[in-house]
């Protein structure tokens, strides 16, 4: 590799919810690092993901999806697109193939483009998503419609869950990062700390558990995360986390009859927190109800929002 070659930069994943943003990040790392599940508004927070290959180092920027705010952890949320959005050289525009005349939703993309991109001046790279769920005919005629309307550096269809044009979508992104040697070593795949994911591991479960508000009632905050395996591999490593809600009556539907809710949570977090760590762990849950959390700024901070 030869340094002046190289090329390294940020790219943000940007979109309406349940767009795919998390799954594409995810296909193109080759690592679940972004959780993912059907219903809208799983992500909260920025996610950085780091893909690696011999020719450029890209930064992947996912976020949460673009909703009109009703809570305060809402507008904190499109805060942290914002932000996410200045360190970006390159934008991925994420949209989802839709059942509409268009073939895409018009009207999001249009506030899209008008609120949110046209002023940053960073070159678009809209990415339609869900290709697997329409015909090479309905393809074109969306990729056309997009650069006609939007005029977009470029359009592009894959699928992130079906791995299709990931290659290419990197092939597309590479030109417009600069020329600049790696920022990170070949074997990051991440910046943030272990227990971030671990945290995001429990809200994924509670998200693919639970039904209508309480997944959104829902905060996870790791209280103590105690490495032990590594010097004695007969002591699993031990993690206590509380379960935020925003009502007892949500704490009960947490705890279930007989606690036997929060028992297949502990045991379905657990699972695939040992496959991402690599190791067994402990992991210890407590609910907690902070009354409507999502509205008092000293707790969103408190959360990281
Ligand atoms: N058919 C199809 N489904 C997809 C594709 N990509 C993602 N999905 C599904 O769409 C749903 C949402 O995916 P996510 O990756 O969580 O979407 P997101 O944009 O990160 O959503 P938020 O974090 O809520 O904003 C999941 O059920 C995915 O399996 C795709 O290419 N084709
Ligand atoms: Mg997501």
């Excluded at 002023?119 to 419609?145: M, W, Y």
């Amino acid at each position: 590799m030869t340094a002046s070659l190289f090329s390294c930069g940020f790219a943000i994943i940007i979109g309406p919810p349940n767009a795919g943003k998390s799954t594409l990040l995810n296909e193109l790392l080759d690592f679940k690092l972004s959780i993912v599940t059907p219903k809208p508004q799983t992500t909260r927070k920025k996610i950085t993901g780091i893909y690696h290959n011999d020719k450029c180092q890209i930064i992947f920027l996912d976020t949460p999806g673009i909703m009109k705010p009703q809570q305060k952890l809402h507008e904190s949320m499109l805060g942290i697109i914002r932000d996410t959005l200045k360190d970006a050289d390159v934008v991925i525009a994420l949209l989802p193939y839709a059942a509409t005349p268009d073939g895409i939703d018009v009207e999001f993309a249009d506030e899209l483009f008008a609120n949110w991109l046209q002023s940053t001046g960073k070159p678009i790279i809209v990415v339609l998503n869900k290709c697997d769920l329409v015909s090479a005919e309905r393809q074109q005629h969306v990729e056309a419609f997009v650069q006609k309307r939007w005029k977009p550096a470029k359009v592009l269809s894959v699928s992130a869950l079906k791995a299709k044009n990931m290659v290419q979508l990197v092939d597309t992104l590479h030109p417009f990062l600069p020329m600049h040697e790696p920022l990170y070593p070949e074997d990051t795949l991440s910046t943030a700390p272990e227990r971030f994911f671990v945290s995001e591991i429990i809200r994924e479960k509670i998200f693919l558990q639970y039904g209508r508000e309480v997944p959104y009632s829902t905060e996870v905050v790791i209280d103590e995360f105690k490495e032990q395996y590594e010097d004695d591999p007969t002591r699993k490593d031990l993690i206590r986390c509380s379960v935020i809600v925003e009502r007892d009556t949500q704490k009960q539907i947490l705890i279930g009859s007989k606690g036997a809710a929060l028992k297949k949570l502990g045991q379905t977090a657990r699972k695939d927190i040992e496959e991402m760590l690599g190791r067994p762990v402990f992991l210890e849950l407590f609910i907690k109800v902070r009354p409507d959390w999502r509205k008092k700024n000293n707790l969103l901070k408190s959360f990281g929002y």
